[in-house]
């Protein structure tokens, strides 16, 4: 679990997009990786946070939206 604290404006979302785009494609790509062929969710507790990673995934080929969700909404 990554957590990360801040006032609004100083990038906490554009930190954990790139944090979980790493590990989205080290988990489909690298095979000398303990992240292999894992599933990783991202869950945030802000609707605007869950808008920006899903346009994001719609571009990234390792990014799905279907793998992120309101903190609430994780099962």
């Known amino acids: 679990m ?3 604290d801040g006032d609004a404006g ?3 979302s554009v930190v954990l997009t790139e944090l ?3 590990i989205q ?3 489909r790509t690298q ?3 303990c992240l292999y062929q894992t ?3 991202l869950t945030v507790n802000h609707a605007e946070v869950i808008k920006v990673y ?3 995934a719609g571009k990234e080929p390792h990014l799905y939206k279907k793998r ?3 903190t609430n909404h994780f099962n």
Request: proline share 0%; aromatic share 16%.
């Open 25 to 27: 494609y080290e988990s």
């Open 39 to 41: 599933s990783n969710y």
């Open 2 to 4: 990554i957590w990360l």
């Open 54 to 56: 899903k346009g994001i």
């Open 10 to 12: 100083t990038g906490k």
């Open 20 to 22: 979980f785009k790493k």
């Open 31 to 33: 095979k000398n990786t």
């Open 68 to 70: 992120c969700s309101k």
